[in-house]
């Protein structure tokens, strides 16, 4: 029934999608602001797996140690971890919750 091809061609258009954006990105890059993105609030916790690496395709980079890979779980922080990591810009996207959840918190 031709999903399998279908899957195939829509995937590599996705990945091609993910190489322009890239391009466009960092031909375009003067500065790589420092993003720091929670993923939980009540306690805190970092983004991981698949987030920092989205993070530096957008054209910008972590305020988390560069140790960090990009398919580790996600870390519990401290407020003081938050606070020493200075980041020009803070996301909060709370995993499984709804937009008004995310304002809310």
Avoid at 3 to 21: K, S
Avoid at 31 to 57: C, K, N, Q, T
Avoid at 66 to 87: G, H, M, N, Q
């Amino acid at each position: 029934c031709g999903v399998r091809e279908r899957g195939t061609r829509l995937a590599e258009a996705f990945r091609g999608d993910v190489r322009r954006v890239s391009d466009i990105v960092a031909a375009a890059a003067v500065s790589r602001p420092r993003v720091l993105y929670l993923e939980w609030l009540d306690p805190p916790f970092d983004a991981g797996h698949w987030i920092p690496e989205m993070i530096d395709r957008a054209g910008c980079r972590s305020a988390l140690p560069a140790c960090r890979k990009s398919t580790e779980k996600s870390v519990r922080l401290t407020w003081d971890d938050i606070y020493e990591s200075d980041p020009d810009v803070v996301v909060v996207g709370c995993c499984g919750f709804v937009l008004e959840r995310n304002v809310r918190d």
